[in-house]
Structure formats: structure tokens, C-alpha cells
């Protein structure tokens, strides 16, 4: 099955300690990017990636960090958590920009900084 | 830049009754249109596309027309179900980041009650 696998779903952690949510495709898929979803305030990007070695910055990406050593693998990394990143995640692929192939979505990682 | 405005939510609707959820935007050139729905506890999922002019898309029982006139992409079903209850994203990627980047709304919940 296609499918796009974040983990965890849910996290619960203390400012400063650094975490990783990965993010795994099976598609094949060249892009890939990281969305946050905070209330009214819709999905916002903080990483994307065009492919392997190769990201760039959205729209909000201070504090994350992203890699992207294999194709299929795309983890976001927060080094130094704080609780104005309490959000929900949202990975995202696609065979290459999202213009014209269709966008799969992740299940989403709830996270919540204290 | 480029935005996407849609209608603040929620919008509550008995079943079998019509839904239009506005959604209008602003961006440089012909951008590529989109609605995505979030069904509770899930991703985002595609719902319908348009990427020129008084394209339609379908989907579902759903529809959205492209009108470049009135920068507009209204999404419409003509008789909603108790399973369409979910949120809805008006989003659209453009020239703006080279159609690396989904630009999204703020989201409308839809409620259907029997």
C-alpha cells in the first residue's frame, strides 16, 4: 500500500530535550516537506526537499532541522525544543514538485512541548 | 506572496442539504487549485485539483470551478452526507517557490447532523 509513515503520533517532551519525527515514503517519490498545523493558521511549511541531498527552507523554519540521506526517509529534527513548537506535524510526498503530482499526507505527529 | 482565503468554519448542515465553502486567493500567474479534506485523526487526502481556467474539479459528489475572473475555486456538493464531516482546505501551489510549496487556508470544519 502507498502510504506516507510518521512516528511517533504522539509526543509529549520537555523544552531542550531534542527530538527526531521521522517520516518514510514507499512511492518513490522525489519531493518531500514538512507542513506544521496550528489553529487558524491553516498548514505551514518548514522544510521541503527536491531529493536526496537536496532541502531547502519554507516558511517557517527556524528551530527545525531536516536531512534527507535515502529517498524514502526525510526526518525533521528539533535540536532545542520549546513550547512554541507544541503543533501537529504533517510530512508530505510527491513523485516530484507538487504543481502537478498529487500531495500524499502522513498521519500526523501531535506534539506538545512543556 | 501567495494566500489562500477561505471561510471560517464550523458550518453545520442537516444531511441531504446543499454546501458551498468559499475559498479565494491571490498569487502571481496561474497558479494550480485545491481541495484537500482532513477526516478526524488523519492526514490530509486530495480531494479535487484544477490547474487552468474554468477547469472543474470533481470528486466525491463534490465540485470546484476554477474562475480566474473572481480569483475564486468555491467548493460545492449538491447533498452532503453524515461521512463528509471533516475539514476542508482551499490550498494552491503557484510560480511563487517554483510549485515546491502547498499554500494553504485556515481550514473549514464541516458538521452534518441527521
Known amino acids: 500500500e502507498a502510504q506516507v509513515t510518521q512516528n511517533p503520533r504522539y509526543l509529549i517532551t520537555v523544552t531542550g530535550k531534542k527530538l527526531t519525527v521521522t517520516c518514510s515514503q514507499n512511492?518513490?517519490?522525489?519531493?518531500m516537506s514538512w507542513y506544521r498545523q496550528d489553529p487558524g493558521l491553516g498548514l505551514r511549511q518548514i522544510y521541503y526537499s527536491m531529493n536526496v541531498e537536496v532541502t531547502d527552507k519554507g516558511d517557517v523554519p527556524e528551530g527545525y532541522k531536516v536531512s534527507r540521506k535515502e529517498k524514502r526517509n526525510f526526518p525533521l529534527i528539533l535540536e532545542s525544543p520549546s513550547p512554541n513548537q507544541t503543533s501537529l506535524y504533517f510530512c508530505a510526498s510527491s513523485l516530484t514538485g507538487f504543481m502537478n503530482t498529487e500531495a500524499f499526507f502522513g498521519q500526523g505527529t501531535r506534539l506538545t512541548v512543556v | 506572496g501567495d494566500s489562500v482565503t477561505q471561510m471560517e468554519g464550523p458550518v453545520t448542515l442537516s444531511e441531504e442539504a446543499c454546501l458551498t465553502i468559499?475559498?479565494?486567493?491571490?498569487?502571481?500567474?496561474?497558479?494550480?487549485l485545491f481541495w484537500y479534506v482532513q477526516y478526524p485523526g488523519e492526514g490530509l487526502q486530495l480531494l479535487l485539483k484544477?490547474?487552468?481556467?474554468?477547469d472543474k474539479g470533481s470528486n466525491k459528489g463534490f465540485e470546484a470551478t476554477y474562475r480566474k475572473e473572481t480569483t475564486s475555486f468555491h467548493l460545492e456538493k449538491g447533498s452532503v452526507q453524515v461521512s463528509d464531516s471533516a475539514v476542508y482546505f482551499c490550498?494552491?501551489?503557484?510560480?511563487?517557490?517554483?510549485?515546491?510549496?502547498?499554500?494553504f487556508g485556515t481550514g473549514t470544519q464541516l458538521k452534518v447532523e441527521l
Open positions: 490550498a494552491l501551489t503557484g510560480v511563487t517557490g517554483g510549485g515546491n510549496k502547498l499554500t
Open positions: 512511492m518513490n517519490h522525489e519531493y
Open positions: 484544477a490547474t487552468k481556467a474554468d
Open positions: 468559499n475559498c479565494t486567493y491571490t498569487a502571481t500567474g496561474y497558479p494550480s
